[in-house]
């Protein structure tokens, strides 16, 4: 089964907007086992929106959109899929009775405007949208007809557009039938970069082939390492990635922390839960990033005791007990005040683990002696505490991130070890 | 003038890189003043790419495609355009030094397959390629042949394409003319929907046209307002927007918090800079992502006193100074309690304000009291203490978000309204 991706949007084609759509469906359709053809990006303009559309169909079994389903009239997408098809806008009373019903719940009335996302075109299935106000739109194509195949148009707005695509499209595309059999697996690691992963990991031509592969995924939360199986049924094809894994975690298996699509945050979560432990973090440099990460995980507030953001000396100071010496000798950024800072918040929060970061994030601040992109981090549990050096990066948000993840893959490490 | 953008490669179709060339080359065209009318991605096969082009040539004045110019079999793209026109590669030695110089410069000799890149479709002139080694293509299509108009062939490094279009293409478009005046400004507001914020708007029509155009872009950082100015001269364009930009401030002015890429947070921070004052975060439901925020900003340590993720009751008391009574009686998720958080923090951390978010972030633990979304957001400062309800969303992150957003532009309002 073949693809094509159509995001819609003016913002797009002059760049104000950058299209994370049109990647994430291509990943989750190639998951699916459905071929991706080609994308396109046009503007919001009914001629060239039917155009690329008709191409699309003509090209593939699958077209997604995404975009221009909005209440305002810049919006084309509605009248441009029933002009194409050369039938008229119907008003769906209960689509409306939806959308008011949203604006309700958050205590707001509806303004007129938003009647026009209740307009459908004739003969296309309403695919609801429980977590914005414009339906997705879906319609099977009868063989002789514009031309055969299938038709999903979707809202723009990234998390509208994944849950109704996951939720409605995804299935309808499964119940049709001709994927062909992929299987897909990723191990996650953290706290190795990429080429020195590869070293570990040495030669693994032999394993690959044309049946099996292995894609190596580096991001701010660690390198991933996809593998995928094609064809045979899927036994067989389950058994291949079986071996390989086997093999990766043989050789670098200290390093993985999880698979697919588990979390870092959420990995260190459920094992603090397991073992009935709780946390708590003092940041300076992270200035909130590892608190915002633990308490993404729903649930996180069974080992979560919370944190404190340190960014002044006072706060290091009074909230947390550093020493006004330890500061004045060593500087914020130094080995002392991390596990002062660490030592702190565990005793403060009452918590089994207190964690610390403390660092020069950059673009500027940075010395000879600690230049941007030092960070110390602390951690501290009944056993004692430690804190460790990392020489980051120069971007304020990747030595954020990259931070929370070196801190977080720590604590995995310690537990691993049994402490505290 | 119009162009299409063209961008190849397998890994974009897959979902694998995330295309980040087309929306540079969106913005950088348009701000020359071509028009992007199209863009398209196509993996490195040739018949897919021959087909692409030769559409986009019969379509635009100017095609610009990135990728598929590497020493790798997978490389299709030298290959397709030569096809396409019905000419051979030939090859160039001068290329090849070239190549050879940049190896030898990073103390490496060059593979054999790099031989590959000095192969130039004949007719095609080369554009030399400084920061990599795959040097660039350029062709001015005579009339009769293929099509009309421009094609430029770049590489997919981004930096390397950025460079080569820069320096090579861009002097080349504006050396053939035609090209019109675009201005683009960009409104940015918080605080109230798209629709509420279009009904405060009132009508516009009047005042848009096909050289004066307006789009609204929703996100959970706030709706922000495009608008765009075609033709005639610089100054004349310029006007256009002036006067619609005055009329947009007339009439929904209390909710435009910045212009252009001007974050919220960039635009707070930069107020309480210059008002001296500093400001002390007291986090549940946002679990660190209001301090993250506000953190982001490059110098924030000058206003940002610090903060306290206070998850559980624990911290809420003994940290901020909550009262066990008021959480017993009212709750966590409670007016009192977010405002006890404010002045908690205010006072804990001596800044000038204090600012809480207490409520349901989900995707569970709502009551038909209090379902999924209710949020508070406390604010105190030396003239008071007040707290807001907010009735938001089921998803997490995007609770987190949009409290984030309402609670900075209460303190962007409370500042311009004299507070404290």
């Known amino acids: 089964m073949q693809a094509t991706v159509l995001t819609i949007g003016d913002e797009l084609l002059i760049g104000q907007v950058r299209d994370t759509n049109a990647a994430w469906l291509g990943e989750q359709l190639t998951l699916a086992g459905v071929v991706v053809r080609r994308m396109a990006t046009v503007g919001d303009d009914e001629k060239a929106l039917q155009s690329e559309i008709r191409q699309s169909l003509d090209e593939s079994d699958l077209v997604v959109t995404t975009g221009g389903l909005g209440p305002t009239d810049d919006d084309k997408t509605r009248e441009a899929v029933a002009g194409l098809f ?7 009373g209960e689509i409306l009775e939806d959308i008011r019903e949203r604006f309700k719940l958050r205590g ?17 299935e309403v695919l609801s949208n429980r977590v914005g106000t414009a339906p997705g739109l879906w319609r099977e194509i009868q063989e002789g007809e514009a031309a055969g195949g299938m038709l999903a148009v979707l809202p723009g707005v990234p998390y ?6 996951a939720e409605e499209v995804l299935p309808r595309v499964r119940r049709r039938g001709g994927l062909r059999a992929i299987v897909h697996r990723t191990l996650r690691t953290a706290g190795i970069g990429e080429s020195s992963l590869q070293e570990a990991a040495g030669d693994l031509s032999g394993m690959l082939s044309d049946t099996l592969r292995l894609a190596w995924l580096p991001g701010p939360g660690g390198v991933r390492l996809r593998m995928t199986s094609f064809g045979g049924d899927r036994e067989e094809a389950d058994g291949r990635i079986a071996q390989l894994e086997a093999c990766l975690r043989d050789r670098i298996g200290a390093y993985v922390y999880g698979a697919n ?12 839960r397991d073992r009935s432990l709780t946390v ?3 940041e300076s440099c992270t200035g909130g990033y590892v608190a915002h990460a633990l308490t993404n995980i729903p649930g996180s507030s069974a080992y979560m005791a919370g944190g404190v953001v340190a960014y002044s ?10 020493s006004p ?29 207190g964690l610390s970061t403390t660092g020069v994030a950059g673009p500027a601040g940075g010395t000879s002696e600690k230049p941007v992109g030092t960070v110390w981090i ?43």
């Open 108 to 124: 707001r009335s509806m303004p007129e405007s938003n009647r026009s996302q209740a307009m459908v075109p004739a003969g296309f």
């Open 325 to 353: 010496d330890a500061l004045r000798k060593h500087g914020a950024v130094s080995e002392v005040v991390a596990v002062q800072m660490a030592e702190g918040v565990r005793r403060r929060l009452g918590a089994d683990l």
């Open 86 to 92: 050369g039938v008229e806008l119907a008003f769906r």
């Open 160 to 165: 509208e557009m994944k849950h109704l695509f």
């Open 261 to 272: 699509d588990e979390t870092l945050e959420e990995v260190v979560g459920h094992m603090l």
């Open 378 to 420: 602390g951690y501290a549990d009944a056993d004692g505490v430690a804190a460790h050096r990392l020489q980051l990066v120069r971007d304020r948000m990747l030595n954020k991130q990259l931070t929370t993840t070196f801190l977080l893959d720590r604590v995995r490490k310690n537990m691993l070890a049994g402490r505290p």
């Open 280 to 282: 708590a973090v003092a």
């Open 313 to 322: 000396n006072r706060a290091k100071v009074d909230v947390l007990g550093v």
